[in-house]
């Protein structure tokens, strides 16, 4: 993937900037801001013509492209709207406007300036941060299995950030770190997700892994073959793979940011590389889209990605349940039962339930790190989508501090999520006659029987499972969207102390 350089500096006056495209962020007002009045006889007086004829308002993301100067080739107005109360979802629609027309115009290099906020902006840190998460973003374009000659690379390379009186310049550095490093780790997220079935298999999440652990020093991999967790009693997960010529894998990656006596946060990720449905198959309609069903997987790489780059100073354990869920005459089929690495009996009655199945089993293999808490992420069930649509991430969780913990982080960042219960009325659909449980309910409310299912194999341990069904991925345009990376990195932080 093609990285982008996101810095920030000190730039006295937007008319000083020597540029290929000057981005200037302006509030919703009928006239010109004073920072910017030097910067407009520049330019001939086209901000201020502009704003008078009506053809830019400032209104929160609205942009207007106008020409440069010898000094700044280009000029690009963005509305940020009434400056002292920009909300986190405001700052993301701002800064995703901007971010998209950089990345769309043929300019190598840009400076985006703050300065005619200064007087009002309530959260420039969180402006900033935006800004730098929303252009890493944009940035990204899937290309590893595409002719290159139809898709040329990013022409922007370089952009620098201007606080402009609206912060000191460490807290603007410390913003712009937080949201590149989040937004890098949600591109690694949407690679690992947008790769095809064939390429990206569960033996290559491990090579994956083992790869980010060369890349981070405070990063350490281990992978656990089928035979080893045969030897833990990980039949479950072992379960859904067994149709596949795709040997399971166990991975398990620990970033060490703090003491080796801390208790780390656990993530653990549902890996199933391909979806096929196993014997209980799913319809051939959008069955391609299948491949994202490691998002769980992807969103767990990339928040150890962004830890490492951001240096946060807790400890986390990731671990994925990755496998291949196909069809064949050694395959599952329903009505099996198998034993759990916990010692419980599971009753499948549908295949196509598979990610509680992997998931279950690295819920107990956790239990070995004593963690302080467990937060599951997975692309588990089509009704959550019915509940949420793709707007919200579904939470489940036997913790109420750590479900508010995550719903705070998710407004915060912008990235948000819904809890749902897990009453011990909703247990009562996964009895079973001939196990101990079934890994499917009986009745409705498919989403929180998932999780009632998972939450049997947390009962050690405060826990947290976060159904991205809805949100890692979109069928149109068709791709990973990389969350909930910024969701998972603000709880995160928070737990850290960081911002």
Not at 127 to 142: C, R, T
């Amino acid at each position: 993937m093609a990285s982008l350089s996101i810095t920030a500096r000190t730039i006295r006056s937007p008319e000083q900037a020597k540029t290929q495209a000057l981005v200037l962020l302006l509030p919703e007002r009928k006239t010109l801001h004073q920072d910017v009045k030097a910067l407009d006889a520049q330019l001939g007086g086209t901000i201020s013509r502009s704003i008078k004829l009506g053809d830019f308002t400032g209104k929160a993301a609205s942009t207007l492209w106008l020409p440069g100067s010898a000094s700044a080739q280009r000029v690009l107005l963005v509305g940020c709207g009434d400056a002292s109360s920009i909300t986190a979802g405001a700052a993301q629609k701002i800064s995703e406007v901007a971010a998209k027309a950089l990345v769309a115009s043929p300019a190598v290099d840009a400076i985006i300036t703050l300065h005619a906020l200064a007087a009002k902006l309530s959260a420039p840190s969180t402006l900033i941060e935006q800004l730098s998460l929303q252009l890493s973003m944009a940035h990204y374009q899937y290309s590893q299995t595409l002719n290159q000659r139809k898709k040329p690379a990013r022409a922007l390379k370089r952009v620098t950030l201007a606080a402009g009186g609206t912060c000191s310049l460490g807290k603007a550095k410390a913003a712009v770190k937080m949201g590149s490093a989040t937004g890098q780790g949600a591109n690694l997220t949407r690679e690992l997700v947008n790769l095809p079935g064939n390429i990206c298999t569960p033996k290559f999440l491990a090579s994956e892994a083992r790869r980010l652990a060369r890349n981070h020093k405070n990063i350490t991999t281990s992978v656990l073959d089928e035979k080893k967790m045969a030897e833990l009693g990980m039949h479950s997960l072992l379960s859904v793979g067994n149709g596949s010529e795709q040997p399971s894998q166990l991975i398990v990656m620990k970033y060490q940011g703090g003491a080796k006596s801390d208790r780390p946060y656990c993530l653990v990720g549902k890996g199933i590389t391909f979806d096929t449905g196993g014997i209980s198959l799913k319809p051939g309609a959008k069955m391609d889209e299948m491949k994202f069903d490691m998002g769980g997987a992807g969103s767990v790489f990339g928040a150890l990605h962004a830890a490492a780059a951001m240096e946060l100073p807790i400890n986390i354990v990731g671990v994925i349940a990755a496998a291949e869920n196909m069809p064949s005459g050694r395959a599952t089929k329903p009505g099996d039962v198998v034993t759990s690495m916990s010692g419980k009996t599971i009753e499948i009655l549908n295949t196509d339930a598979e990610g509680r199945l992997v998931l279950c089993d690295a819920l107990t293999y956790v239990e070995r790190f004593s963690p302080m808490e467990v937060v599951d992420i997975a692309t588990l069930t089509g009704a959550i989508i019915v509940s949420l649509g793709q707007e919200a991430t579904g939470i489940f969780s036997n913790d109420d501090r750590l479900a508010e913990s995550l719903l705070a982080a998710g407004e915060r960042s912008h990235d948000r999520g819904w809890r749902f219960p897990i009453w011990e009325e909703y247990h009562k659909q996964l009895n079973s006659q001939f196990a101990d449980l079934a890994n499917i309910g009986t009745g409705g409310a498919g989403s929180i029987t998932a999780a009632c299912f998972l939450s049997q194999f947390a009962e050690s341990y405060k826990w947290a499972h976060l159904d991205i069904a809805g949100t890692a991925f979109r069928g149109s345009p068709k791709g990973g969207t990389g969350r909930p990376v910024p969701l998972l990195m603000q709880y995160l932080r928070d737990r850290a102390g960081t911002l």
